[in-house]
């Protein structure tokens, strides 16, 4: 599959690898000079730089807020809106969203397109509810309102209300979070869609990520998930021509992103060119 989507994409890696050169100041790249040194002045290098700034001049900021419908807001939404809002700025300073914010706007500039791929990484050390937060939210007199103003009993902030009201010795602030968010940016190059002619990513039918991981990580990742014996052992490194890298410790891992059609729920599947890991 990914194979066949890079034979399609071949002009986008050229035009890619063109736009590359000339920002890296490469402007004469595969040029017979016949050993004269072209004459080089890198004026598109300093403009993109100049554009990144200027968008990045003022920072980004996170600010949740309950919608306001009448009779539907309560004192709990506030407080639950600034729970949401300290935590987006939280995962925002923790994985270095500004560092990642302004590479993204340079691939913009030179390559045409800017990625995240955002990942729910379970690797990411064990985290535990805040018992502070948890004890700042009460019971709604109201009947715990939602945002229709139907009653919410089975939400995570009601769970907590009723355990302590039962005298159960598990609240929310016992319930252990395993991994975070996390993201990173990546080039356009390594990102494939299943309907090329819609830009609505939510609408695609399936989404392929490739990237370079090292190989003995990913035998690491299949035998914790079963895999072995001859499967295993054709995890092996290699160079990657399409990637540009030489290096022969690491292999191409296929992150594959899927809607079952049956269900309607998003799936996911991490595989190399020879095995489901």
């Given at each position: 599959?990914?194979?066949?989507?890079?034979?399609?994409?071949?002009?986008?890696?050229?035009?890619?690898?063109?736009?590359?050169?000339?920002?890296?100041?490469?402007?004469?790249?595969?040029?017979?000079?016949?050993?004269?040194?072209?004459?080089?002045?890198?004026?598109?290098?300093?403009?993109?730089?100049?554009?990144?700034?200027?968008?990045?001049?003022?920072?980004?900021?996170?600010?949740?807020?309950?919608?306001?419908?009448?009779?539907?807001?309560?004192?709990?939404?506030?407080?639950?809106?600034?729970?949401?809002?300290?935590?987006?700025?939280?995962?925002?300073?923790?994985?270095?969203?500004?560092?990642?914010?302004?590479?993204?706007?340079?691939?913009?500039?030179?390559?045409?397109?800017?990625c995240w791929h955002m990942?729910?990484?379970?690797?990411?050390?064990?985290?535990?509810?805040?018992?502070?937060?948890?004890?700042?939210?009460?019971?709604?007199?109201?009947?715990?309102?939602?945002?229709?103003?139907?009653?919410?009993?089975?939400?995570?902030?009601?769970?907590?209300?009723t355990a302590a009201e039962?005298?159960?010795?598990?609240?929310?602030?016992?319930?252990?979070?395993?991994?975070?968010?996390?993201?990173?940016?990546?080039?356009?190059?390594?990102?494939?869609?299943?309907?090329?002619?819609?830009?609505?990513?939510?609408?695609?039918?399936?989404?392929?990520?490739?990237?370079?991981?090292?190989?003995?990580?990913?035998?690491?990742?299949?035998?914790?998930?079963?895999?072995?014996?001859?499967?295993?052992?054709?995890?092996?490194g290699a160079s990657d021509?399409?990637?540009?890298?030489?290096?022969?410790?690491?292999?191409?891992?296929?992150?594959?992103?899927?809607?079952?059609?049956?269900?309607?729920?998003?799936?996911?599947?991490?595989?190399?060119?020879?095995?489901?890991?």
């Open positions: 599959l990914f194979h066949g989507v890079g034979k399609l994409d071949i002009e986008l890696s050229d035009t890619v690898e063109q736009n590359r050169n000339f920002y890296s100041g490469k402007q004469w790249e595969d040029l017979n000079t016949e050993g004269l040194k072209p004459i080089i002045i890198n004026i598109t290098r300093p403009i993109v730089q100049i554009k990144a700034a200027s968008i990045m001049s003022d920072d980004i900021s996170f600010i949740v807020r309950p919608l306001g419908i009448p009779g539907a807001t309560s004192k709990n939404m506030e407080r639950e809106a600034e729970i949401i809002t300290n935590e987006l700025k939280r995962i925002w300073e923790k994985r270095k969203g500004t560092s990642k914010t302004r590479k993204a706007i340079t691939n913009a500039a030179v390559d045409g397109d800017a990942v729910w990484d379970t690797s990411i050390p064990v985290a535990k509810v805040d018992q502070e937060l948890v004890d700042s939210i009460q019971p709604d007199p109201a009947g715990k309102e939602n945002m229709t103003g139907t009653a919410d009993t089975d939400g995570v902030f009601g769970m907590a209300s039962e005298g159960g010795e598990e609240q929310l602030a016992d319930i252990e979070v395993e991994g975070d968010i996390d993201f990173e940016t990546i080039y356009n190059t390594r990102v494939f869609f299943g309907n090329t002619a819609d830009p609505d990513v939510q609408k695609q039918p399936w989404i392929l990520v490739a990237s370079r991981e090292y190989t003995a990580k990913l035998k690491q990742t299949a035998e914790e998930n079963g895999v072995s014996g001859n499967d295993l052992d054709s995890i092996k021509d399409y990637f540009d890298d030489d290096q022969e410790d690491r292999t191409t891992l296929f992150t594959y992103y899927y809607r079952d059609e049956e269900t309607g729920n998003r799936c996911v599947m991490e595989a190399t060119e020879s095995v489901k890991l």
